[in-house]
């Protein structure tokens, strides 16, 4: 009997393992494609979904269609690895091989009520929620964003180019915007923020958030705000806990694989994306590199070859401000406004036309 292989999952990682298998499936391989979505999505424009600049259309591509393919859409509910089964809202399936690429949910880091009471921008459903309550909101409403990172800021500025009457409030924890980025970016995007009256207020750690105001810092000051969307990190998708019982986490909590993306104690199941472990932080970029790599590791084993992985070489950060200006670093250099903005819409677009 064949190989059963089943892929959790068909955004970056998932899809850029399928692109670089496709023209090579052997006959006697499978390949069951479980997402939630009848499509690809491209999660670094959901901010854009959510504002309200870009159409669901837009995000999307179709999948990649080979007879050896089979796309399942269902909700993955747990992964059992000793039955050999993932176990959907309507469906079960059986894995020969099973990897597992479902991404990242947002982190509440236990703030009490935050998950209640806050919108996202982390998962396509949820960005279309946010958009709907934002197309709901009396002119002078306050938005308050929780996080000041890439999806934050870029978030921020999208949401004032389409909606200007709204007050927008960035709180960040940290004493900067895009704390990991180079402090000319940061100052740049702070600048650029406050200059399109958007309030940024820094040091800020949020404690508690009810329906109608946000608790912060420690001499319990709060904000009261009309729409709250968190934007303040991430964690590994809550389906790939499971795996742990046959590997470790790391400092993320993302799952340890070997260089094959494989689990160190059980054969057969890999991981890519934001729930794999690595020494870079989750990024699309670094999903769409593993995904690769997994596809090349699974073409060599066909093929009987030893599987060398390449060193991962990341190029850099691309972050909009708006559909005119925006921010990077590529190769360690800075790029500041119309040529980065340029530049990210060109990669996006790349990713979208040019997936194979
Ligand atoms: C607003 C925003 C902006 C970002 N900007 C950038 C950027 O500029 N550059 C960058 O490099 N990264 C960016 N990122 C991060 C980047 O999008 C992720 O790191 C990347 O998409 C992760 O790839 P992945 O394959 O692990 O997961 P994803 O691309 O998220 O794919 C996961 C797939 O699993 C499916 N799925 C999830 N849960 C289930 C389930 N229970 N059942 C069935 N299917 C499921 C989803 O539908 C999706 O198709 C951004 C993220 C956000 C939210």
């Known amino acids: 009997m ?16 399928l692109y670089t298998v496709l023209s090579h499936i052997p006959s006697d391989v499978h390949i069951h494609v479980i997402d939630r979505l009848s499509a ?31 796309y399942i859409q269902d909700e993955v509910e747990e992964i059992q690895v000793y039955n050999h ?110 200059d399109s009256d958007i309030e940024v207020k820094t040091n800020v750690g949020v404690t508690l958030i009810d329906d109608k105001n946000i608790h912060y810092s420690f001499e319990n000051k709060c904000m009261p705000y009309r729409l709250c969307v968190w934007a303040a990190g991430i964690k590994p998708h809550p389906v790939s806990h499971a795996l742990l019982a046959y590997s470790n986490a790391d400092r993320l909590n993302r799952v340890v694989v070997k260089e094959n993306y494989e689990l ?29 790599q997994l596809g090349q590791y699974f073409l060599d084993s066909w093929q009987n070859k030893q599987f060398v992985p390449e060193p991962i070489k990341l190029k850099g950060v691309l972050g909009y401000l708006g559909k005119k200006t925006g921010f990077g670093m590529v190769n360690n250099n800075i790029l500041l406004g119309k040529i980065p903005n340029v530049v990210k819409s060109g990669v996006l677009w790349m990713h979208k036309h040019h997936m194979g």
């Open 40 to 70: 690809h999505t491209i999660k670094p424009e959901f901010y854009a979904l959510a504002s309200g600049s870009l159409n669901e259309n837009k995000v999307m591509a179709p999948f990649p269609q080979h007879p050896r393919i089979t």
């Open 2 to 17: 064949g190989k059963e292989i089943v892929l959790l999952g068909a955004g970056y990682g998932g899809i850029s393992f």
């Open 264 to 292: 160190p104690y059980y054969e057969n199941i890999f991981v890519v994306g934001d729930c794999a472990s690595s020494e870079f932080a989750p990024s699309a970029q670094l999903s769409n590199i593993q995904g690769k």
């Open 85 to 194: 089964k993932v176990i959907g809202k309507s469906t079960e399936t059986h894995f020969d091989q099973l990897i597992v690429a479902l991404g990242s949910v947002d982190n509440y880091f236990n703030v009490p009520w935050a998950e209640e009471y806050t919108h996202s921008i982390q998962s396509f459903a949820k960005a279309m929620k946010t958009r709907k309550a934002v197309d709901n909101l009396p002119e002078d409403s306050r938005v308050v964003i929780i996080g000041g990172g890439l999806s934050a800021v870029e978030f921020a500025a999208d949401l004032r180019e389409q909606h200007p009457t709204l007050r927008i409030t960035l709180l960040e924890r940290s004493n900067q915007v895009l704390p990991t980025l180079p402090e000319r970016i940061q100052q740049f995007v702070r600048t650029y923020l406050e």
